[in-house]
Each structure stands twice: as structure tokens, then as C-alpha cells.
């Protein structure tokens, strides 16, 4: 059996991104993609099985991209305000190509969310980073029942949800934290 090339790889999901981004997600097929790598069929199939894994590939690397620009976006001095800039930057991004990549998924949802619990798990861990590099945070808050990370993963489902849900703003979710740790 050939040993898989790596930039042959990299190519086919470069490849599947820009159909992704000018054609649609929809436009996002194996012979399409081979076609314009000038490959056969056959050969895209050696690295990925179906469509639907690729979509998850790009996924997972649009997240991991899109997290490790978030890191350098939020700039708010509170963990609120790192919170708040957090729902928006990741809001414009479901809003954009992030949005119709997750949806694309539907068919293969629970390979997509197992692949996704390692970004939710940096998100979290960014969480955590963030709360303790605040000052004005109340330092009796923090027990063995309600520990840093417990709260970490508390904001991160909830701030999911709220962009799951299209919420307009997180005003109320960032008066429950205010309340809890300041």
C-alpha cells in the first residue's frame, strides 16, 4: 500500500474550501474536488471516505483557525468584557462561512460533535486562563463544589446555547456572571 502524501492532503482540502466558500457547500463533492486537483476519484477517496468527512475536516480546522484568532481579538481588561467580546466575534463567525459548514453536518452530527469537544475543551480552558488573569474577581468564590473549571464549562455550554439560539445580545448572562463572581 503507497504511503499517503501529506501535501496531497493539504491540496484536496484547500481544494474543497474554496468550492466551499465560491460555489457553496453544496458544490463540495469527490469528483469535483478531484477534477480541479487533477486527480482521480479514486485517489481523493485514499484520504477521505466520503464528503461528509471532509466537511468535518474543514470544520474542525475552521475552529481551531477561528479560536486561535479569537485569542488575539478579545482585548477587554474583565472577564466579562472577555466574555461578551467572545459571543460576538464567534456570532459574525456562525453568522458567515461557520454557520452553513455546521449545518452541512446534520448527517454525520454525532462524528461532528466528538470532533468538536476538543474546541469546546480549548474554549473552556481559555475560560479558565481568562478568569484568573482577572484582578477584580472575588478570590472566596472558588470552592471544591464550584471550582474554575466547573464555571468555565457553565459559561462555555451557555454561551453555545446562546449562539445556537441566535440570541441578540447576552446582557442577562453577563448580569448572572457579574453577580456570581464579582
Known amino acids: 500500500m503507497r504511503k499517503k502524501d501529506d501535501t496531497l492532503r493539504n491540496t484536496l482540502l484547500n481544494l474543497s474550501h474554496k468550492i466551499a466558500d465560491t460555489e457553496g457547500i453544496e458544490a463540495v463533492n469527490i469528483r469535483s474536488i478531484a477534477r480541479k486537483a487533477g486527480v482521480a476519484t479514486g485517489t481523493v477517496y485514499n484520504y477521505f471516505s466520503n464528503k461528509e468527512e471532509i466537511l468535518l475536516v ?101 454561551l453555545m446555547m446562546l449562539l445556537k439560539t441566535k440570541a441578540p445580545d447576552i446582557d442577562f448572562f453577563l448580569a448572572i456572571i457579574r453577580r456570581t463572581i464579582y
Open 58 to 158: 474543514l470544520t474542525e480546522e475552521y475552529w481551531r483557525q477561528t479560536l486561535a484568532e479569537m485569542e488575539s481579538s478579545v482585548t477587554a481588561d474583565s472577564f466579562c468584557g472577555q466574555v461578551e467580546e467572545m459571543f460576538f466575534f464567534l456570532k459574525e463567525r456562525i453568522d458567515q462561512s461557520a454557520g452553513k459548514l455546521m449545518n452541512s453536518l446534520r448527517s454525520v452530527e454525532t462524528a461532528g460533535l466528538a470532533r468538536m469537544a476538543s474546541m469546546q475543551s480549548a474554549l473552556e480552558t481559555a475560560f479558565v486562563y481568562r478568569i484568573e488573569q482577572d484582578p477584580e474577581i472575588r478570590k472566596d468564590v472558588w470552592s471544591e463544589t464550584f471550582t474554575k473549571e466547573q464555571f468555565a464549562r457553565f459559561i462555555m455550554v451557555n
